[in-house]
């Protein structure tokens, strides 16, 4: 059993990570964190609530005043310290991420690795949040634009990137110079908690990042009701975040809403069939298909559609790295989705049941002869289940991908790139993979249209979010 340093990671040791003993913890009600690998428990954490969220709120604006003022290059090398004590404590983060949310080792450090690209990207964008001098016509004046931080602002991740999705929201907020709230899932806290340790040794001001967990619903309603919460960052599922949205309403906050997806996954008649078939494993199977991104749908055009089946079956039967589900209730949604599609004509090719084994495992499957009466069409799967659907024009395919309103990513294989520009123009989706089937980028604006959210995370845009536009006009004579 890994041991950590109660000084670098004090609150794994405070709330039992793999412990015996953690009755420090002062809370009458706590929550166990299940480990899905092997749905034993591998600690516990405070059921928090009002009261901490308000201290830890206070905490932030108290701590908001100094650190608004640090210089940008002072917050890049803070952040810079981050980078340095994430990677030196890489393995441990990785092993962390292993044990909470499931992945096997080498997909967790592969999360460790896109964590730090974030971090070092925005280290240096912390330096270029540059304003402009804009000409006017009144010889008289002058005016000018900047840029200052957003304020007090609340992240909120979910479980299926516990340490990515975190970096991603907290590293811009850092650099822009906003004081934090995270609240991480419930059932993957312990990734927060080691970055926020870490983060302790970098030279950020006491209270500027601050976690909370526990109770969601108490804590959610706390941070979006606060007037000293500026802005509100959430990824997760569509319902809560419009309940986050409405919640926010009263105190009109600045928001960032990453909802969920559907994504399609449409491979033409003249596309690489075997760089598909890796796009499509690396999409629809990484994390056990538990990713906002993941193939949902998947269009094979007719002429390739049983050659691509044929040779997609012995990739998924090939496919030994599979992580489970986060829990119990996932794998019976999985099992729901294939009762339904089964019910309404489809065809369970391999797979379609849980895996005999310990933990949360559901079998590697694929469905064929889909079609849009089925509940795989309109709903995020988030699973190991590959849906196919055949078709045979652009104009069909078209009109089905864009069918419902969740246009997060979308992806196109073709060796034509006439085609392959006609349909990321049509694609209702904030993001499209060409021949790709993964578009993970830090320099990269990432987000979705419709009701996929609001605003983009990563890059520039990533960093906008956590500033305020200022302009000033000055006069000369």
């Known amino acids: 059993m890994r041991r950590f340093s109660s000084e670098i990671f ?118 270029r949040t540059y304003g402009d001098v804009i000409p006017t016509t009144d010889p008289d004046k002058r005016i000018f634009s900047m840029k200052q931080p957003l304020g007090v602002v609340a992240a909120i991740t979910p479980w299926n990137f516990p340490l990515a999705l975190v ?16 609240k991480p899932s419930e059932q993957t806290p312990y990734s927060a908690m080691a970055l926020v340790d870490l983060a302790e040794h970098t030279g950020l001001p006491d209270g500027v990042f601050n976690i909370v ?51 399609p996954f449409i491979v033409l008649g003249d596309a690489d069939i075997e760089a598909a078939l890796d796009g499509l494993m690396a999409s629809k199977f990484r994390n056990g298909g538990q990713t906002c991104v993941s193939a949902n749908r998947i269009f094979i055009h007719t002429d390739i559609y049983e050659k691509f089946v044929d040779r997609l079956v012995v990739k998924v039967q090939q496919n030994s790295d599979l992580c489970p589900l986060i829990n119990q209730q996932a794998v019976m949604k999985m099992e729901g989705f294939v009762d339904d599609a089964r019910a309404k004509g489809a065809h369970v090719i391999c797979g379609g049941v849980q895996q005999k084994r310990t933990g949360y495992y559901f079998e590697p499957t694929i469905l064929s002869d889909m ?45 034509n790139l006439k085609c392959a520009w006609r349909f990321q123009l049509n694609l209702n989706y904030g993001v499209v993979g060409i021949n790709v089937g993964t578009t993970s980028c830090e320099a990269a604006p990432f987000g979705g249209m419709d009701q996929s959210g609001l605003g983009r995370e990563g890059g520039r845009e990533g960093l906008d979010f956590y500033l305020e536009t200022k302009y000033t006009c000055l006069a000369v004579k």
């Open 371 to 415: 079609t849009a009466e089925m509940d795989c069409f309109e709903q995020e799967i988030f699973g190991p289940i590959a849906c196919l659907y055949k078709f045979e024009s652009e104009e069909e395919v078209l009109a089905l991908a864009n069918r419902g309103t969740a246009g997060l990513a979308a992806y196109i294989y073709t060796e």
């Open 213 to 263: 967990f526990g109770q969601a619903q108490e804590i959610g309603n706390e941070l979006c009701a606060s007037p000293d919460v500026r802005g509100l960052s959430f990824t997760g599922s569509t319902a809560i975040g419009k309940s986050l949205i409405r919640q926010c309403a009263d105190t009109v906050k600045k928001l960032s809403m990453e909802l969920g997806g559907n994504a």
């Open 167 to 182: 970096v991603r929201k907290c590293a811009p907020a850092l650099a822009a110079g906003c004081s934090i709230v995270l």
């Open 10 to 127: 004090p609150r794994l040791n405070k709330y039992g990570f793999f412990g015996k003993d953690n009755s420090c913890i002062s809370h009458s009600d706590r929550l166990d964190v299940i480990c899905p690998e092997t749905s034993v428990s591998i600690g516990q954490i405070p059921l928090m609530g009002v009261k901490e969220t308000r201290t830890a709120i206070a905490a932030a604006k108290a701590s908001f005043e100094q650190w608004r003022h640090y210089t940008a290059k002072q917050r890049g090398s803070a952040l810079k310290n981050w980078y340095m004590l994430i990677e030196k404590y890489a393995d441990d983060l990785a092993y962390i991420i292993h044990c909470e949310q499931g992945k096997s080792m080498a997909e967790a450090a592969r999360e460790v690795v896109g964590a730090l690209a974030y971090v070092e990207w925005y280290s240096e964008e912390a330096k």
